[in-house]
């Protein structure tokens, strides 16, 4: 795997221009781009994602891999997260699918996409992070969010957080190509198995479902009991717990 670095200064999002550059990507390599602002980042279900410059780790990894499953790829960007955010004395949490959380507040995000190209498919996975928002910055977001510097109380090196990120994602993927994605997706499942038999609700086309969850498995599907006693499978979604 040939490792190459992409760095802006500003750029309307990473995902993006790795997606209009999806053609000029070589089959070996492992692109690691990333950028100090975004002006247009992404988030899942089309939402914007805030990126203000220097504050925020704004990366995307693009990929080509045949057979294993995108939804895989974030799995293994989540646990890379947790353990950066562990290593830097922070508690954070999964939260189905690939959420990751500080006592309820986001401090980290995943958007995987893929562009086809048979019988290889080039993963764009980004990585959303905030690093040094103060309380200020995140003000206008709707939804409780926090921050490496509001956890810890010191602003962190961008740099760093991101060398120690990338590093624990190829070395998780190298192990996982080899032989081992059972026991990525098991120590995932792991992660994610404090949400069992919580009562949620979730948004699913213009109607919210309430019910309970009964059955999350490693691949990442999850059961809910509804109400009226059926059952109901999602692939993804987004939870209020
Ligand atoms: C989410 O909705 O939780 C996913 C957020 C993903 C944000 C990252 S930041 C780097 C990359 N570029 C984007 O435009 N989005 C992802």
Known sequence: MRITYYHFRSVDSTNSWAKRRKNEFSLDEFAVISSDEQTQG????KRSWHSP?????NLTFAFFDRGLPPFFFSQLAALAL????????????LKWPNDILVQGKKIAGILTEVESSDPNQLIILGIGLNVNMAEADLAHIP??????????GKNHVIQH????LVKKFISFYEEAKKTNVDSFQ???HEKISWMLSKEIDIQQQEKMIH???IQLEKNGTLILLLDNGTTHTLLSGDIIL
């Open 161 to 164: 957080i991101q060398d120690m």
């Open 82 to 93: 947790l353990q950066v955010l562990h290593t830097e004395n922070i508690a954070a949490k």
């Open 143 to 152: 939804k409780a969010t926090t921050s490496m510097l509001i956890e810890t």
């Open 53 to 57: 410059l220097s504050k925020s780790l």
């Open 211 to 213: 019910g309970k969850i």
């Open 42 to 45: 992404r988030g899942r279900f």
């Open 186 to 188: 098991e120590m995932w």
